[in-house]
């Protein structure tokens, strides 16, 4: 177990998963900028659905990573701050999981089949409006509160960094101070 710093894969996926994510929203607000069945909403749309995906297959990979090597605890941590930590990296893993089988729902339940790449995959439910609906408002309403997760998320790193003064965003960067100590 890596205890002092973040395994490198870890901090791999951290930024893959940042990256897929600031993509994914990103191209569904560039989806409201054009008209309703037109080529570009729908390319916007499918681009949304592929990275939605990738982030399920990249937080797979890195809860996996996370199993195995762990992750370090900030020394001398309030142990409330370090409920919260633990308390909103587990929120953000579980909506990063459960956003893209949002995804796949209401897309399944809109009677749509759901690509990966060159694969169809799977229809596992039975079309049904209501159902469409229902998980269609919860993922785009889900998918809202991961903006305001981010933003609280990379506030701490910055208190950690320039209020407490510690290494907790510089060994999510590599860059600890421990490699020197």
Not at 36 to 62: D, N, W, Y
Not at 71 to 95: C, E, N
């Amino acid at each position: 177990m890596y205890n002092k710093r973040y395994h490198p894969l870890s901090i791999f996926f951290h930024w893959l998963v940042f990256l897929l994510v600031a993509g994914a929203l990103a191209v569904i607000e560039l989806k409201g900028q054009f008209v309703k069945g037109s080529e570009p909403r729908e390319l916007c749309k499918t681009i949304h659905g592929l990275l939605g995906q990738l982030i399920f297959v990249a937080m797979v990979l890195r809860l996996g990573i996370r199993m195995i090597y762990g992750a370090p605890t900030q020394p001398g941590t309030i142990s409330l701050f370090r409920v919260l930590d633990k308390a909103m990296h587990w929120l953000l893993y579980f909506l990063l999981l459960t956003l893209p089988i949002m995804g796949l729902v209401f897309l399944q339940a809109g009677g749509k089949d759901v690509h990966f790449f060159s694969w169809t995959l799977p229809q596992m439910i039975n079309p049904d409006p209501s159902l469409k609906k229902t998980f269609k408002e919860l993922h785009e309403w889900l998918g809202n509160t991961i903006y305001f997760l981010v933003g609280v998320h990379a506030l701490a790193a910055l208190w950690h960094h320039y209020i407490l003064k510690n290494d907790t965003l510089r060994r999510m960067l590599n860059k600890s101070d421990l490699e020197t100590k």
